[in-house]
């Protein structure tokens, strides 16, 4: 990882290859797009938790 001689890309360059370029791990879009899912599905049920739910009327 650390001895790969990449020559530093400016940020427009860098946006353009893609968000799996960016990490340099090998993961590919379709991990970061998994984990992003991931991520919102656990603040939706986290945000579930919080918030108190309303009785039933009748």
Known sequence: MYNNPVAPV???AAAGM??????MTGAGDLFWYALAAFAMLA???AIKRIVPVRAQKG
Do not use: E
């Open 10 to 12: 400016t940020g427009a």
């Open 18 to 23: 893609g968000s799996g370029t960016l990490a």
């Open 43 to 45: 603040l939706g049920l």
